[in-house]
T-cell receptor
Framework: GQNIDQPTEMTATEGAIVQINCTYQTSGFNGLFWYQQHAGEAPTFLSYNVLDGLEEKGRFSSFLSRSKGYSYLLLKELQMKDSASYLCAVQDSNYQLIWGAGTKLIIKP | GAVVSQHPSRVICKSGTSVKIECRSLDFQATTMFWYRQFPKQSLMLMATSNEGSKATYEQGVEKDKFLINHASLTLSTLTVTSAHPEDSSFYIC???????????FGPGTRLTVL
């Protein structure tokens, strides 16, 4: 079957760094996405990885290892506005997204 | 990035009525659009894949006669919730597949409340 796992909830301190892990088992792979979703809003795109390695974009970085079926999202210099759910999604061979359950990130002052 | 709009953003209706939600790609043509439903504190659940000019493909457990999808043009897909009931109350989100196929652009979502 198809499965994407990520932690349910994480807590971090403002200004710190947090890493959100995602492991996946899917039929077909056309890339892995990270989305941020604030309560009551649609997801917003953060990053896309299709090749192994690290993609850096400002305070956010995303890493992919296809052989291990593993990705992480790294958030640096955390701000209170980063409190949100972070969704890991894998695009399968039909270009559909298979979603993880999301990680709720709580930022404390 | 590409822009996708949804209308209405919120709708409250009585049980038994039908509600239509529109999803538009504003600055690109989308041959494929997706409809998701999200219940509180849960992840997005794919309901159906909408392809322009053909019938939608529904996920297992989604009633195609209840959730009517029409993708009549390359920039518009509609989802009609027929005979809505309180258990249909949810956040409905559409997305459009980009021309490079490597990103889905999401609409802002529609909050449906059925009384």
């Amino acid at each position: 079957g198809q499965n994407i796992d990520q932690p349910t909830e994480m807590t971090a301190t403002e200004g710190a760094i947090v890493q959100i892990n995602c492991t996946y088992q899917t039929s077909g792979f056309n890339g892995l996405f990270w989305y941020q979703q604030h309560a009551g809003e649609a997801p917003t795109f953060l990053s896309y990885n299709v090749l192994d390695g690290l993609e850096e974009k400002g305070r956010f970085s995303s890493f992919l290892s296809r052989s291990k079926g593993y990705s992480y999202l790294l958030l640096k210099e955390l701000q209170m506005k980063d409190s949100a759910s972070y969704l890991c999604a894998v695009q399968d061979s039909n270009y559909q997204l298979i979603w993880g359950a999301g990680t709720k990130l709580i930022i404390k002052p | 990035g590409a822009v996708v709009s949804q209308h209405p953003s919120r709708v409250i209706c009585k049980s038994g009525t039908s509600v239509k939600i529109e999803c538009r790609s504003l600055d690109f043509q989308a041959t494929t659009m997706f409809w998701y439903r999200q219940f509180p504190k849960q992840s997005l659940m794919l309901m159906a894949t909408s392809n322009e000019g053909s019938k939608a493909t529904y996920e297992q457990g989604v009633e195609k006669d209840k959730f009517l999808i029409n993708h009549a043009s390359l920039t518009l897909s509609t989802l009609t919730v027929t005979s809505a009931h309180p258990e249909d109350s949810s956040f409905y989100i559409c997305s459009a597949l980009g021309q490079n196929y490597n990103e889905q652009f999401f609409g802002p979502g529609t909050r449906l409340t059925v009384l």
